[in-house]
């Protein structure tokens, strides 16, 4: 059974790995592969936006297509991404780029259009603007809400939407989504709105300008900040993660409401999807992660190893075990031992085609395995195993129930005995209207120009079969909505309130009514908090609040970085 370091209240627990083992092998930190500003010297983070880090791949023919973008304070910066191969040359930046009076807070490349001679990278700010760079021809093309006549508060996640060349979704910290077609203008004077679609604790509004402009909708999402959200791997669905701890999923083309998850208490900082889309993995102010199945429209576990906020959510999609089975596959020892490291992207494609073909209400079939990590304030790197007894325990057991009738063994995970599910009490109902499957939608760009042109009593449907909640307001989100001591004790007693009527419920399940994950490896990593973690083929990459870009080499991928010794490389400890 895996312990965390602190337990045993020794030096240890203070230590920075700079490697680590899982059951596929050992990672190991590549100080070479360090990026940060190209004097190397941390950054003073007191008061400052988040570090964020954001990958395209160029289709460069020589084999090094991948650049990397990272802020940090005021600054910007694009290089050549060389991961495990070589070692950073951070003397040689691509792009540099230093603001004043702003921030840069969060970029996205268009992955369509990105070729080795132009990157379309938008960037968005702390005073609300959305710039659009070309970093490698080093132009500025457009500045979007450049007077703040659309919004004025500080951009918390902008991405563009999959499949699309021109159109961009922007989130903001007064809870306003914004869809953006960078071919139109922002015009001179406030936009006007009228209503598209409103239902259970949000609202969707279209332009009223007679003439194309920006923005094309406005989506109002919650109480609070929309911290962060993500689409669907096939585009179809987004994932909003809010400042008052509630999950929504939305249908992106008609802005249906597919389902909801309220935090255990706080706001929700992350949020990320499963490779096939199954399910939906957040993380926040309550210091745990929660998995979401978005077919069954439930919580089915939550993971605590975090000491403090977690500020990443990520799946792995090199690292997942599929295996094909009539009845059910082995022992539960033997089914861990199967997880193996898909180095090859083909393996890990073909592993997401299999599991998007997989019934999930049906033990049978395919026996599955997800992987993802998470990282935190607590500057501990997680990494997490959401295996078939979680995703399935009914199911699983009655298919074990038949293979003992059958004369096979009994099956036992760790401690935990798989002759017990969880009570049917604990599998939360299916949400009404909140399945995925059903008609195809129709392409954004085709769904936008639908509701610009639909009456707005067409577009009007009230929802009939659920009852409105109210809105669970975070206590942190209150506190800092206003310097006034009543309001912020009347504010804290009223959320207390509210997550009191939550608690319970298909939003927000007790801790003992759903499995608690156990984090895989859980390690200090970082002297600062850690506000980056992506997966790549050959590598995981990491970055801290004080500047400083980590590449963490997959087993077998080291090469020979290991054996270069960088002057200026931070120290640490072996685990």
């Given at each position: 059974m895996w312990k965390m370091a602190s337990e045993g209240g020794g030096k240890e627990s203070n230590e920075i790995k700079t490697q680590f083992s899982t059951r596929e092998g050992v990672y190991k930190l590549l100080p070479n592969s360090e990026y940060s500003r190209p004097n190397r010297v941390s950054f003073n983070s007191q008061g400052s936006n988040p570090v964020k880090v954001s990958f395209v791949n160029v289709n460069d023919q020589s084999g090094n297509g991948e650049r990397i973008c990272f802020n940090v304070g005021r600054e910007l910066y694009f290089y050549i991404y060389k991961g495990v191969r070589k070692a950073a040359d951070l003397s040689k930046p691509v792009d540099k780029r230093m603001y004043k009076g702003t921030l840069p807070t969060c970029h996205d490349s268009n992955v369509l259009t990105a070729t080795a001679e132009s990157v379309s990278l938008l960037v968005g700010f702390s005073t609300g603007q959305v710039q659009l760079i070309d970093p490698i021809k080093k132009e500025t093309s457009k500045l979007f809400n450049e007077d703040r006549l659309i919004e004025k508060s500080l951009v918390t996640c902008l991405k563009w939407v999959p499949g699309s060349e021109q159109l961009f979704l922007v989130s903001h910290s007064s809870g306003c989504l914004y869809l953006y077609n960078v071919e139109h203008t922002c015009g001179t004077t406030p936009p006007h709105y009228q209503l598209l679609k409103q239902g259970e604790s949000y609202a969707v509004h279209t332009n009223k300008s007679k003439s194309a402009r920006n923005p094309l909708l406005r989506w109002t999402v919650g109480e609070g900040a929309v911290n962060e959200f993500a689409f669907s791997p096939d585009?179809?669905?987004?994932?909003?993660?809010?400042?008052?701890?509630?999950?929504?999923?939305?249908?992106?083309?008609?802005?249906?409401?597919?389902?909801?998850?309220?935090?255990?208490?706080?706001?929700?900082?992350?949020?990320?999807?499963?490779?096939?889309?199954?399910y939906i993995v957040t993380g926040g102010e309550d210091d745990l992660v929660t998995v979401w199945s978005f077919s069954d429209s439930r919580v089915i576990a939550r993971g605590r190893g975090h000491k403090s906020w977690v500020s990443v959510v990520a799946f792995d999609h090199c690292i997942t075990s599929v295996q094909d089975c009539e009845e059910f596959c082995a022992s539960d020892e033997d089914f861990q031992d199967q997880v193996q490291f898909n180095g090859s992207r083909e393996r890990a494609n073909s592993a997401q085609s299999r599991l998007s073909n997989r019934n999930s209400t049906d033990g049978?079939?395919?026996?599955?395995?997800?992987?993802?990590?998470?990282?935190?304030?607590?500057?501990?790197?997680?990494?997490?195993?959401?295996?078939e007894d979680i995703l399935f325990p009914l199911s699983r057991t009655r298919t074990l129930t038949n293979a003992m009738s059958g004369e096979t063994g009994t099956i036992s995970n760790?401690?935990?005995?798989?002759?017990?599910?969880?009570?049917?009490?604990?599998?939360?109902?299916?949400?009404?209207?909140?399945?995925?499957?059903?008609?195809?939608?129709?392409?954004?760009?085709?769904?936008?120009?639908?509701?610009?042109?639909?009456?707005?009593?067409?577009?009007?449907?009230?929802?009939?079969?659920?009852?409105?909640?109210?809105?669970?307001?975070?206590?942190?989100?209150?506190?800092?909505?206003?310097?006034?001591?009543?309001?912020?004790?009347?504010?804290?007693?009223?959320?207390?309130?509210?997550?009191?009527?939550?608690?319970?419920?298909?939003?927000?399940?007790?801790?003992?009514e759903i499995p608690l994950l156990e984090p895989l490896v859980c390690k200090k990593i970082s002297q600062e908090r850690l506000t980056v973690l992506i997966f790549l083929e050959d590598c995981l990459v990491t970055a801290c609040q004080e500047g400083f870009v980590c590449t963490w080499a997959r087993p077998g991928k080291a090469g020979l970085l290991l054996s270069q010794n960088p002057a200026n490389s931070p120290g640490g400890t072996v685990v």
């Amino acid at each position: 059974m895996w312990k965390m370091a602190s337990e045993g209240g020794g030096k240890e627990s203070n230590e920075i790995k700079t490697q680590f083992s899982t059951r596929e092998g050992v990672y190991k930190l590549l100080p070479n592969s360090e990026y940060s500003r190209p004097n190397r010297v941390s950054f003073n983070s007191q008061g400052s936006n988040p570090v964020k880090v954001s990958f395209v791949n160029v289709n460069d023919q020589s084999g090094n297509g991948e650049r990397i973008c990272f802020n940090v304070g005021r600054e910007l910066y694009f290089y050549i991404y060389k991961g495990v191969r070589k070692a950073a040359d951070l003397s040689k930046p691509v792009d540099k780029r230093m603001y004043k009076g702003t921030l840069p807070t969060c970029h996205d490349s268009n992955v369509l259009t990105a070729t080795a001679e132009s990157v379309s990278l938008l960037v968005g700010f702390s005073t609300g603007q959305v710039q659009l760079i070309d970093p490698i021809k080093k132009e500025t093309s457009k500045l979007f809400n450049e007077d703040r006549l659309i919004e004025k508060s500080l951009v918390t996640c902008l991405k563009w939407v999959p499949g699309s060349e021109q159109l961009f979704l922007v989130s903001h910290s007064s809870g306003c989504l914004y869809l953006y077609n960078v071919e139109h203008t922002c015009g001179t004077t406030p936009p006007h709105y009228q209503l598209l679609k409103q239902g259970e604790s949000y609202a969707v509004h279209t332009n009223k300008s007679k003439s194309a402009r920006n923005p094309l909708l406005r989506w109002t999402v919650g109480e609070g900040a929309v911290n962060e959200f993500a689409f669907s791997p096939d585009g179809k669905f987004l994932a909003c993660a809010g400042q008052d701890g509630f999950l929504r999923v939305f249908c992106f083309d008609t802005a249906e409401l597919q389902g909801s998850m309220k935090s255990y208490f706080g706001g929700l900082l992350c949020v990320c999807w499963s490779p096939d889309g199954r399910y939906i993995v957040t993380g926040g102010e309550d210091d745990l992660v929660t998995v979401w199945s978005f077919s069954d429209s439930r919580v089915i576990a939550r993971g605590r190893g975090h000491k403090s906020w977690v500020s990443v959510v990520a799946f792995d999609h090199c690292i997942t075990s599929v295996q094909d089975c009539e009845e059910f596959c082995a022992s539960d020892e033997d089914f861990q031992d199967q997880v193996q490291f898909n180095g090859s992207r083909e393996r890990a494609n073909s592993a997401q085609s299999r599991l998007s073909n997989r019934n999930s209400t049906d033990g049978r079939g395919v026996s599955v395995t997800y992987r993802f990590g998470s990282v935190g304030q607590d500057t501990q790197l997680c990494l997490w195993d959401l295996t078939e007894d979680i995703l399935f325990p009914l199911s699983r057991t009655r298919t074990l129930t038949n293979a003992m009738s059958g004369e096979t063994g009994t099956i036992s995970n760790g401690n935990n005995s798989m002759n017990s599910p969880l009570p049917r009490s604990n599998s939360l109902p299916h949400s009404s209207g909140s399945s995925p499957s059903g008609k195809p939608a129709n392409s954004i760009v085709e769904s936008v120009n639908k509701f610009a042109t639909l009456a707005l009593h067409e577009m009007r449907k009230e929802p009939t079969q659920e009852k409105e909640h109210k809105r669970n307001h975070s206590i942190s989100y209150i506190g800092n909505k206003s310097s006034d001591k009543l309001n912020q004790i009347i504010g804290a007693r009223a959320a207390k309130t509210q997550a009191a009527k939550t608690l319970g419920t298909s939003w927000c399940p007790r801790m003992e009514e759903i499995p608690l994950l156990e984090p895989l490896v859980c390690k200090k990593i970082s002297q600062e908090r850690l506000t980056v973690l992506i997966f790549l083929e050959d590598c995981l990459v990491t970055a801290c609040q004080e500047g400083f870009v980590c590449t963490w080499a997959r087993p077998g991928k080291a090469g020979l970085l290991l054996s270069q010794n960088p002057a200026n490389s931070p120290g640490g400890t072996v685990v």
